[in-house]
T-cell receptor
Framework: DAGVIQSPRHEVTEMGQEVTLRCKPI?????LFWYRQTMMRGLELLIY????????DSGMPEDRFSAKMPNASFSTLKIQPSEPRDSAVYFC?????????????FGPGTRLTVT | QKEVEQDPGPLSVPEGAIVSLNCTYS??????FMWYRQYSRKGPELLMY????GNKEDGRFTAQVDKSSKYISLFIRDSQPSDSATYLC???????????FGKGTLLTVNP
């Protein structure tokens, strides 16, 4: 299996621009999670989906952030407009939701820099 | 009080040392206690986990849970330079499959 795939791996953008991060979960996994990691705050859950439906978006910091999962193999996290404080590494993770449901598998992350 | 507290370190040990990494948590309802390893500029990878209480061993790694103290530990025996990474504890419970992560402890094993 290819594992969780994220793109782009690096993104540098100017304040005010729209940023779209992409994630392909492991095939057959029903749960998808979006995290943000910074030195100050560690790894924070932003939102998660079950069977393509958003279940809990309480971690989304502001209305500037939005996430979608149009099908079982693709999800996006969008920031519009971006701000320098959004600079972080964004991870996507997936899990099967059965048996070892807490075994979340992470992608390589997208390192976002907003100047 | 934060849900999960983890000493950020950094922790530096010589090769072959026994390493102890620890976390405390506040919610006694949590049942899943996970340990992730994260190499520099990589995504976290699941190392091992325990369910409920007790110990679990996997090679040089042992995970322990003390639910009475709300304290979890990861021990690494015969540490190797390749163990140098950030170790993240995470806890979960209930049917939502959410995990709450500690901030991670940076470990360096010196040859």
């Amino acid at each position: 299996d290819a594992g969780v795939i994220q793109s782009p791996r690096h993104e540098v953008t100017e304040m005010g621009q729209e940023v779209t991060l992409r994630c392909k979960p492991i095939s057959g996994h029903d749960y998808l999670f979006w995290y943000r990691q910074t030195m100050m705050r560690g790894l924070e859950l932003l939102i998660y989906f079950n069977n393509n439906v958003p279940i809990d978006d309480s971690g989304m910091p502001e209305d500037r952030f939005s996430a979608k999962m149009p099908n079982a193999s693709f999800s996006t996290l969008k920031i519009q407009p971006s701000e320098p404080r959004d600079s972080a590494v964004y991870f996507c993770a997936s899990t099967s939701g059965t048996g070892a449901a807490y075994e979340q598998y992470f992608g390589p992350g997208t390192r976002l820099t907003v100047t | 009080q934060k849900e999960v507290e983890q000493d950020p370190g950094p922790l530096s040990v010589p090769e072959g040392a026994i390493v102890s990494l620890n976390c405390t948590y506040s919610n006694s309802a949590f049942q899943y206690f996970m340990w992730y390893r994260q190499y520099s500029r990589k995504g976290p990878e699941l190392l091992m986990y325990t369910y409920s209480s007790g110990n679990k061993e996997d090679g040089r790694f042992t995970a322990q849970v003390d639910k009475s103290s709300k304290y979890i530990s990861l021990f690494i025996r015969d540490s190797q330079p390749s163990d140098s990474a950030t170790y993240l504890c995470a806890i979960g419970g209930g049917s939502n499959y959410k995990l709450t992560f500690g901030k991670g402890t940076l470990l360096t094993v010196n040859p």
